[in-house]
């Protein structure tokens, strides 16, 4: 028998009271619960399978409906857009000055969950036990991952460094890294921290039975079954002697992974010693161990009654979440919860339509046993043997059900949609296209989206943000080096241990695809409306470049797109400012030369006006000069007729005055030879 401390007895009575008593500890109903909720979401029950249902007649049809299974799955893709965005969470700043580092903690407790540990996947297998098993449960868990390696303190000669060389390579180069110097070497030891997002199985959880309380960390008593090796346990760095005491499982006493993994083979089988399966309960207890009447919050783990180890524990790094609440109480309500008399009854008409056909092709025969084949009638055969043909057997017809079972079925449709939304009814094509104009189709998404959207809000305050906070708690106090990360088309160094303790976050889930298009809509008006106020002169009034920006980026959010800085940049990066200085002096010097252009515009105006005026000045010196020498002209011109007319009459009388001078001479002779003539004769 192994020793244990007072304080591991005392702590091991605590525990196995705490488990006996505990919430989810009875498997014949919590176990049951979820053996029928996983059979229904696989359609096998109730049906004519491998264990058939004894109250199934052999003669009836096998057909089961499968609404729990096809609502889980529908809920779960409308819920899908509400996790695919890497800005799920959001902590509220304390303040203007706050605001940088709230959103820089945003942006690293984001990146853990979502890009570290694969968020998405994790919530989706969580959120989906939430619908299906009533709870869903995560975890939030440090694991260290240590490397060594050694300096040596000689030259490649062989010589010893010198001992203020030593000293400088016993400096750690980063937050994370240890130098310690033994003998003639230095070992280096580098521990490199993950913070590691889980999603855990519902039914390994239990907890305070008959809580009120529905916040976990105010649970006196919290805990996880687990399940590890020997060879585990070892490497976790516990004595073999005893863990080699410890009493293994030699199956799984848990019938939900047998239901979820539709087998009812055992599981924990061991081949060998080191691989036998210790039950152990990783548990958060409040505990007086120092006996000052006080109650201390503890972690212990538990291994087949034995107390392994035990530490003081700050809080519970568990979140369980529900879709559905139950008032003052932690587990809540599935849709299998809702919508299991409703399958229940679509199997049973199903089955009723199917038989109905069947009779209808088939039909009921009367007949002797002794006379006619029974075997034949029953299989609907096309010849039917018989012994006496005076004694025919009589065929019964039945009329055709069909109509009054298909409008019972889409009643139990109308029923699962109040129970359940209407998730499953929007996959159709026929319920997406109704209405006459974009604006009508999105009023009706956005009114049968509302189940949906309940679910979502509830999963988001009850599981999505205890995880985050959860996040933010473990980085801010085991971080051991900086992030990095990308923040605003930058990559940023951010220290956890510099970040102040957060305890309210604006949650971003919950948005349904409808509600998603209707803020982006919106968004868009919004923008129109900022540049609208830029371009009228109210920069900086209404709005500035700033603003500008968060629109944009909550735009990119609500598309789901994962990084919003790839495609626009932050007015208050380094870059942008830069950027912003080079443009303020690139329109100086744009409006310096737009002064110098305008002054030479200025100057070229005035030289142009001087030009017109001289150029005026000439034309009228010109005109004076022209119409001067055009009168000298016309007076010359006239002076020139009067002396040449002058010249011309005096021409004309001195002609005149030869011509009759001529004249009188001619006749003067011809009278001088009339007289000699006649003195002649």
Same mark, same amino acid.
Do not use: W
């Given at each position: 028998?192994?020793?244990?401390?007072?304080?591991?007895?005392?702590?091991?009575?605590?525990?196995?009271?705490?488990?006996?008593?505990?919430?989810?500890?009875?498997?014949?109903?919590?176990?049951?619960?979820?053996e029928e909720a996983l059979n229904y979401y696989f359609g096998n029950a109730p049906g004519r399978t491998q264990?058939?249902?004894?109250?199934?007649?052999?003669?009836?049809?096998?057909?089961?409906?499968?609404?729990?299974?096809?609502?889980?799955?529908?809920?779960?893709?409308?819920?899908?857009?509400?996790?695919?965005?890497d800005a799920l969470v959001e902590f509220e700043a304390k303040g203007k000055e706050d605001e940088e580092h709230a959103r820089a903690e945003s942006n690293a407790v984001n990146?853990?969950?979502?890009?570290?540990?694969?968020?998405?996947?994790?919530?989706?297998?969580?959120?989906?036990?939430?619908?299906?098993?009533?709870?869903?449960?995560a975890k939030i868990r440090v694991e260290d991952e240590v490397s060594t390696r050694s300096i040596p303190l000689t030259d490649?000669?062989?010589?010893?460094?010198?001992?203020?060389?030593?000293?400088?390579?016993?400096?750690?180069?980063?937050?994370?890294?240890?130098?310690?110097?033994?003998?003639?070497?230095?070992?280096?030891?580098?521990?490199?921290?993950?913070?590691?997002?889980?999603?855990?199985?519902?039914?390994?959880?239990?907890?305070?039975?008959?809580?009120?309380d529905t916040e976990i960390q105010n649970l006196s008593f919290f805990a996880e079954r687990l399940y590890y090796t020997r060879s585990e346990l070892i490497k976790m760095g516990y004595k073999r002697q005893i863990v080699d005491e410890l009493q293994h499982v030699t199956g799984e006493q848990n019938i939900t992974p047998r239901a979820r993994?539709?087998?009812?083979?055992?599981?924990?089988?061991?081949?060998?010693?080191?691989?036998?399966?210790?039950?152990?309960?990783?548990?958060?207890?409040? #505990?007086? %161990? /120092?006996?000052?009447?006080?109650?201390?919050?503890?972690?212990?783990?538990? !291994?087949?009654?034995?107390?392994?180890? &035990?530490?003081?524990?700050?809080?519970i790094p568990y979140a369980v979440g529900t879709a559905f609440l139950s008032s003052h109480r932690i587990a809540g309500e599935s849709l299998f919860d809702r919508l299991k008399s409703v399958q229940d009854y679509k199997t049973e008409f199903m089955r009723n339509w199917v038989d109905n056909q069947q009779r209808m092709i088939f039909g009921t025969w009367i007949g002797d046993p002794h006379i006619h084949n029974f075997d034949d009638m029953a299989q609907g055969s096309n010849a039917v043997r018989t012994k006496d043909m005076n004694r025919i057997p009589v065929k019964v017809e039945h009329r055709d059900l069909g109509p009054s079972i298909l409008a019972a079925?889409?009643?139990?449709?109308?029923?699962?949609?109040?129970?359940?939304? #209407?998730? %499953? /009814?929007?996959?159709?094509?026929?319920?997406?296209?109704?209405?006459?104009? !974009?604006?009508?189709?999105?009023?009706? &998404?956005?009114?049968?989206?509302?189940?949906?959207?309940?679910?979502?809000?509830?999963?988001?305050?009850?599981?999505?943000?205890?995880?985050?906070?959860?996040m933010h708690y473990f980085m801010r106090t085991y971080s051991n080096a900086p992030l990095e990360l990308k923040m605003a088309g930058e990559w940023t160094s951010v220290d956890p241990t510099q970040w102040r303790a957060r305890q309210r976050c604006s949650v971003k889930a919950g948005l349904s695809a409808g509600e998603r298009t209707h803020m982006q809509r919106t968004l868009q008006q919004l923008l129109s409306f900022q540049l609208q106020a830029i371009q009228a002169g109210q920069n900086?009034?209404?709005?500035?470049?700033?603003?500008?920006?968060?629109?944009v980026m909550d735009w990119c959010n609500f598309a789901g797109l994962d990084n919003g800085d790839s495609y626009v940049i932050n007015p208050k990066s380094q870059a942008a400012q830069q950027a912003a200085q080079q443009n303020v002096q690139a329109q100086q010097q744009q409006a310096q030369a737009q002064q110098q252009a305008q002054q030479q515009l200025i100057q070229l105006q005035m030289q142009l006006e001087m030009a017109k005026l001289q150029q005026a000045a000439k034309e009228a010196d010109d005109e004076l000069s022209y119409k001067y020498w055009s009168d000298r002209l016309q007076s010359e011109t006239k002076e020139a007729e009067i002396v040449a007319k002058g010249i011309t009459d005096l021409n004309k009388v001195q002609l005149e005055g030869q011509?009759?001078?001529?004249?009188?001479?001619?006749?003067?002779?011809?009278?001088?030879?009339?007289?000699?003539?006649?003195e002649n004769t």
């Open positions: 028998m192994i020793k244990q401390t007072k304080k591991q007895e005392d702590l091991r009575g605590i525990l196995q009271q705490e488990i006996a008593n505990a919430e989810n500890v009875d498997q014949q109903a919590m176990q049951q619960q979820h264990d058939a249902d004894p109250r199934v007649p052999e003669d009836r049809a096998a057909i089961v409906s499968t609404d729990v299974g096809d609502m889980v799955n529908a809920v779960l893709a409308q819920l899908t857009p509400m996790l695919s965005t990146h853990v969950i979502i890009e570290q540990n694969a968020g998405f996947l994790e919530l989706q297998e969580a959120i989906k036990d939430a619908l299906l098993l009533r709870n869903c449960a490649d000669n062989g010589d010893p460094f010198p001992n203020e060389v030593i000293a400088a390579l016993l400096i750690p180069r980063a937050p994370n890294e240890r130098r310690e110097l033994k003998k003639d070497k230095i070992i280096v030891t580098t521990t490199d921290r993950a913070f590691l997002f889980d999603a855990v199985p519902f039914e390994n959880i239990i907890y305070t039975a008959n809580a009120t993994d539709k087998s009812h083979q055992q599981t924990r089988y061991a081949s060998s010693t080191p691989q036998q399966y210790i039950e152990c309960y990783e548990c958060y207890v409040m #505990a007086d %161990l /120092d006996d000052d009447g006080i109650a201390e919050r503890y972690r212990v783990l538990l !291994a087949s009654n034995y107390v392994l180890d &035990y530490e003081p524990a700050e809080v079925l889409e009643y139990q449709d109308k029923r699962r949609t109040e129970k359940g939304g #209407a998730a %499953l /009814d929007m996959m159709s094509a026929d319920a997406q296209l109704v209405g006459e104009t !974009a604006y009508g189709i999105e009023r009706q &998404y956005a009114q049968r989206e509302l189940m949906v959207t309940f679910m979502g809000r509830n999963l988001a305050e009850t599981f999505i943000r205890p995880i985050y906070l959860l900086g009034v209404l709005a500035d470049i700033s603003t500008v920006y968060n629109t011509q009759r001078e001529a004249q009188q001479a001619r006749t003067n002779g011809a009278a001088e030879r009339a007289t000699n003539a006649g």
